[in-house]
């Protein structure tokens, strides 16, 4: 829990995009901003009418200064003024019937919530298939963190999925420096280093809505595979200057 356990936080939903206006059609409109004491966007610099249709659904819309999904994440966070805020997705993985949960959990005074792909109840893109090796890969990654990182129970099942909330105070105690698809895997081991409470809850992954992915798995798990390197290398409850 957060510092002002039962007062009621306030709570940003961040939406963080770059060439979805496929996604954005089908899964905006089902999406309740009024759960949110603010709504913006984040753009990656999309080429398609992203930041148009976002702009019609009433939100803010940012550009990044700096290229990187990370580098979206941090700029999403220098202009949030609430307590706590959501990192949402509107490409089809994420679903919208999530957000209220989110939201109440922060609200409570959760200050770092996580929806799982990975625990119990869930469902992850690749169930149901006999070889599983992103999934197999995120598993493999989760347990290295837990072992390494974690102390007092706290513990991750879910090391990549980009639906989750934070409070602000929570997250500057971070200090963040992942400027590419590493941020979230990151934003992780931070919680465990720091001992910040991992709240997680089950989701269902969808299919992506239209577009493609921006991540291809190999060099993504290499990357990850390094950032588990330099925060190893940063001292098990390290987290920087
Ligand atoms: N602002 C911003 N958004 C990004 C950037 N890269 C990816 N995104 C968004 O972040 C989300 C995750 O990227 P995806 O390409 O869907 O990654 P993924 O979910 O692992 O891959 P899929 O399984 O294909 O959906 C999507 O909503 C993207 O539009 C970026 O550099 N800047
Ligand atoms: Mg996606």
């Given at each position: 829990?957060?510092?002002?356990?039962?007062?009621?936080?306030?709570?940003t939903?961040?939406?963080i995009?770059?060439?979805?206006?496929?996604?954005i059609?089908?899964v905006?409109p089902?999406v309740?901003?009024?759960?949110?004491?603010?709504?913006?966007?984040?753009d990656?610099?999309?080429?398609?009418?992203?930041v148009?249709?976002?702009?019609?659904f009433?939100l803010r819309v940012y550009?990044?200064?700096?290229?990187?999904?990370?580098?979206?994440?941090l700029?999403?966070r220098?202009?949030v003024?609430?307590?706590?805020?959501?990192?949402?997705h509107?490409?089809g993985n994420?679903?919208?019937?999530?957000?209220?949960?989110l939201?109440?959990?922060?609200?409570?005074?959760?200050?770092?919530?996580?929806?799982s792909?990975?625990?119990?109840g869930?469902?992850?893109?690749?169930d149901?298939?006999?070889?599983?090796?992103?999934k197999?890969a995120n598993?493999l990654?989760?347990l290295?963190?837990?072992?390494?990182?974690?102390?007092g129970?706290?513990?991750?099942?879910?090391?990549?999925?980009?639906?989750?909330?934070?409070?602000?105070?929570?997250?500057?105690?971070?200090?963040l420096?992942?400027r590419?698809?590493?941020f979230d895997?990151?934003?992780?081991?931070?919680?465990?280093?720091?001992?910040?409470?991992?709240?997680?809850f089950p989701?269902?992954?969808g299919a992506?809505?239209?577009?493609g992915?921006h991540?291809?798995s190999i060099p993504?798990?290499?990357?990850?595979?390094?950032l588990?390197?330099?925060?190893?290398?940063?001292g098990l409850?390290?987290?920087?200057?």
């Open positions: 829990m957060d510092e002002r356990v039962g007062d009621r936080k306030t709570v939903l961040a939406v995009v770059r060439n979805e206006e496929e996604g059609r089908a905006m089902r309740d901003l009024s759960l949110f004491d603010d709504c913006f966007a984040v990656g610099h999309s080429t398609d009418r992203t148009e249709l976002l702009r019609g009433g550009a990044q200064p700096e290229p990187g999904l990370g580098a979206a994440n700029e999403a220098r202009h003024r609430t307590d706590a805020f959501v990192y949402f509107p490409d994420e679903d919208p019937a999530d957000l209220p949960r939201a109440a959990l922060l609200r409570a005074g959760h200050a770092f919530v996580v929806a792909r990975m625990m119990r869930a469902r992850n893109e690749e149901g298939q006999l070889f599983r090796p992103r197999t598993l990654f989760a290295a963190a837990n072992l390494l990182f974690g102390h129970g706290n513990r991750t099942t879910d090391i990549t999925n980009g639906l989750r909330g934070v409070s602000r105070s929570a997250f500057d105690r971070m200090r420096s992942s590419d698809l590493t895997f990151q934003m992780v081991i931070r919680a465990l280093k720091l001992g910040i409470p991992i709240t997680e989701t269902r992954e992506r809505v239209g577009g992915t991540f291809a993504a798990g290499l990357a990850v595979l390094r588990l390197w330099r925060e190893g290398r940063m409850r390290g987290v920087g200057p």
